[in-house]
């Protein structure tokens, strides 16, 4: 059979036919919808595109007209849980990862692998790193895709995992011992991500027939030495480029997905049109977990609306909270942030990755309860950026202090002036598109080679 060469640009130089893209992802909702948008933008852009992802992320991939290929993988609800339980202790949540991925490793290998296996191109994401070891085996080219500082290697900001110092604030452009610790935190989180997935590695390798992985530095040592391309899905007006590194580490803006279709429940749009915008509390994929955490968060943001005579929007919440006023305090469930936040007077979040995004380009106000790590980086480049109170502690909440909080970011104009002009900033830019240039540029200089022929399938 012949061989297919194509460059990336939407179409072969055999006429007609469409380059095949296979993004490989897991984790939350937080971590799989950016990859639909990202998705999105290279099937408008021409290419085939096929999401390979967990069985629960079939619809929200379909839903945008994209190819879903499932990928055997652990409840995401579980790993969600997995990650409130360790709190601001990532140790603990790696440990908790490994039990949970090791039962699908084998056969997401293979369903990954199937995903994969007419494709040109692979894009994994940290969650998706089985799609590394499918391009590998495949030889054909893969481009990382981050939404969060992790694996970059940059004096300029921290991990996202290890981003504040005790008792500090994330270090963004510090002095020279803090361009040290930057860097060390981004080499520490590679070494915690990499122990944490090194036995399971290790033993799909040995047993799909793949050579064995040096495991002091594990493959991210050879990425960074190669400089292999990897995409950074945020606004470069909320974490600074590292000019020496934007030629194989691209930032792009962010990734966002647009439901233009969605329509509001009509009790939800009667509650915004019947008096001054609300304040809202939603913890992202973390509202549907049961917890003694977030409930309290719950039942504290009631109160603390209460005590600043506020009107309230809870998304995720069952409603169960001990005399909630109903005139005041509205529950909803599934509503797109892009939508919502456009809306409210303040947003009270967790800080992630993607509900912070939506809130720095609406324009609204952020009060910031991290429930982990990376949710304190956000939280704290918020507050860095003016564009919210600094973050709140769970242990330290308190319906007063979270009054505050939300008055403060209501009221304090110059906050709110910020915070438009930097939603501005962001909603100019097309993370999206600059991403599919980015792609084009990185696979373009390898060339994109296909042999019909089958290849050999691992054992």
Same mark, same amino acid.
């Given at each position: 059979?012949?061989?297919? =060469? ?5 179409? =072969?130089?055999?006429? #007609?036919? /469409? ?81 949970? @991925? ?38 054909? +080219? ?11 290697? =940059? ?13 500090? %604030? ?18 520490? $989180? ?8 090194? +036995?399971?590695? /290790? ?17 991210? *040592? ?6 292999? +391309? ?26 966002? @997905? ?36 977030? #409930?309290?968060?719950?039942? @504290?943001? !009631? ?44 947003? $009270?979040?967790? *800080? #992630? ?7 720095? /380009?609406?324009?609204?106000? %952020? !009060?910031?309860?991290?429930? #982990? ?19 709140? %502690? ?23 002036? /910020? ?16 991403? $599919? ?5 990185? $696979? ?16």
């Amino acid at each position: 059979m012949p061989v297919r =060469t194509a460059s990336l640009s939407g179409t =072969t130089r055999e006429e #007609g036919v /469409r380059i095949r893209i296979t993004i490989t992802t897991a984790g939350s909702r937080g971590d799989v919808q950016p990859c639909v948008a990202l998705g999105l933008g290279l099937k408008k852009a021409g290419y085939l595109v096929t999401v390979a992802t967990w069985a629960p992320f079939r619809k929200l991939v379909e839903d945008s007209g994209i190819l879903f290929h499932p990928v055997a993988g652990p409840d995401p609800d579980r790993l969600v849980a997995a990650l409130v339980e360790a709190g601001s202790k990532p140790w603990k949540y790696a440990r908790r990862f490994r039990s949970l @991925l090791r039962p699908h490793m084998t056969q997401g290998f293979h369903d990954c692998l199937a995903a994969c296996r007419n494709a040109d191109a692979i894009v994994y994401t940290p969650l998706g790193f089985t799609g590394y070891m499918v391009a590998e085996h495949l030889r054909i +080219p893969a481009v990382g895709a981050v939404v969060e500082p992790l694996f970059v290697r =940059t004096g300029r900001y921290p991990s996202a995992m290890l981003g504040r110092p005790p008792g500090g %604030s994330a270090l963004i452009e510090p002095p020279g011992p803090g361009r040290l610790y930057n860097h060390l935190t981004h080499r520490a $989180v590679e070494q915690l991500y990499w122990r944490t997935v090194q +036995p399971l590695v /290790r033993d799909l390798r040995g047993e799909v027939g793949l050579p064995p992985i040096p495991s002091l530095l594990g493959p991210l *040592g050879g990425i960074h030495r190669e400089h292999s +391309p990897l995409l950074l899905g945020w606004s470069r007006h909320v974490v600074p480029v590292s000019p020496e590194r934007e030629a194989w580490m691209r930032t792009t803006g962010y990734w966002f @997905l647009d439901q233009t279709n969605w329509r509001p429940p009509v009790e939800l749009r009667g509650f915004l049109n019947a008096g001054e915008p609300p304040v809202s509390l939603g913890l992202g994929s973390m509202s549907g977990i049961a917890s003694v955490l977030t #409930g309290r968060i719950f039942d @504290l943001t !009631v109160r603390a609306l209460e005590h600043a005579g506020k009107r309230g929007i809870l998304l995720g919440s069952d409603g169960g909270q001990a005399g909630l006023p109903n005139s005041t305090i509205n529950i909803a469930g599934g509503v797109p942030y892009g939508w919502l936040f456009r809306r409210v007077a303040v947003a $009270v979040h967790h *800080g #992630g990755a993607g509900t912070t995004a939506e809130a720095l /380009r609406a324009g609204a106000p %952020s !009060v910031v309860i991290p429930l #982990g790590p990376d949710q304190a980086f956000w939280g704290s480049r918020v507050a860095a950026l003016g564009a919210g109170p600094p973050p709140i %502690s769970p242990r330290r909440l308190t319906a007063e202090r979270l009054a505050s909080a939300i008055l403060r970011a209501a009221n304090d104009a110059e906050m709110r002036k /910020r915070c438009r002009e930097l939603g501005e900033k962001i909603s100019a830019e097309d993370g999206v598109s600059k991403a $599919v240039e980015a792609l084009q540029d990185h $696979v373009g200089k390898r060339g994109v080679s296909q042999t019909q022929e089958p290849r050999d399938e691992p054992r």
